[in-house]
């Protein structure tokens, strides 16, 4: 069975603090994709980044971060100097399966608030 | 310019009535997927549809039902038959299997 874990429901920050968002993820398939989306309040999400399950480099987007950890079965992701127009819910996603259809599991979602 | 357009954006439901979704793609993508959103929840797939006249059933179709005529378009019902159906959905397409979804900006249904 496929699922993603972010434990994390709610996380308060004020504004230039670094905040990291968890995301653990179960999957017995050996080839799998991993996403994370942003929603903020306008509600459409909005892709970040997709990671595949053969490259564990770290990626790192201008304040955006990424750690991919096999061993660990996670995917982290940090914003770093917070701002407030980073408050939004940000959700973590697996893509893996036989014949894999590009169906997204979620994760339930974290929930970022950033004050001034 | 390119993307996905949902619409409408809110829609109100009276018990018992069949309503439809309207979710159509300019990104010339042949996948395109129907989620769920409850709130504090994550989103859960409804259905999901791979190529033109073919669509296949998520882990929540019950109660709902699509059509895929075209490329451009896939429509969703709610139907009477799905108990609790305030909720936020979501339309997705992508390009080929394993790469990101573009996500429509959502219809929010509510019954009343």
């Known amino acids: 069975a496929q699922k993603v874990t972010q434990a994390q429901t709610e996380i308060s920050v004020v504004e230039k603090e670094d905040v990291t968002l968890d995301c653990v993820y179960e999957t017995r398939d050996t080839t799998y994709y991993l996403f994370w989306y942003k929603q903020p309040p306008s509600g459409e999400l909005v892709f970040l980044i997709r990671r595949n399950s053969f490259d564990e480099q770290n990626e790192i987007s201008g304040r955006y971060s990424w750690n991919f950890q096999k061993s660990t079965s996670s995917f982290n992701f940090t914003i770093t100097a917070s701002q407030v127009v980073d408050s939004a819910v940000y959700f973590c996603a697996l893509s893996s399966g036989s014949g894999n259809t590009g169906k997204l599991i979620f994760g339930q979602g974290t929930t970022l608030q950033v004050k001034p | 310019d390119g993307g996905i357009t949902q619409s409408p954006k809110y829609l109100f439901r009276k018990e018992g009535q069949n309503v439809t979704l309207s979710c159509e793609q300019n990104l010339n993508h042949d996948a395109m997927y129907w989620y769920r959103q409850d709130p504090g929840q994550g989103l859960r797939l409804i259905y999901y549809?791979?190529?033109?006249?073919?669509?296949q059933k998520g882990d929540i179709a019950e109660g709902y039902s699509v059509s895929r005529e075209k490329k451009e378009s896939f429509p969703l019902t709610v139907t009477s038959a799905q108990k609790n159906p305030t909720a936020f959905y979501l339309c997705?397409?992508?390009?080929?299997?394993?790469?990101?979804?573009?996500f429509g900006q959502g219809t929010r249904l509510t019954v009343v």
């Open positions: 997705a397409s992508s390009m080929a299997r394993n790469t990101e979804a573009f």
């Open positions: 549809s791979q190529i033109v006249n073919d669509f």
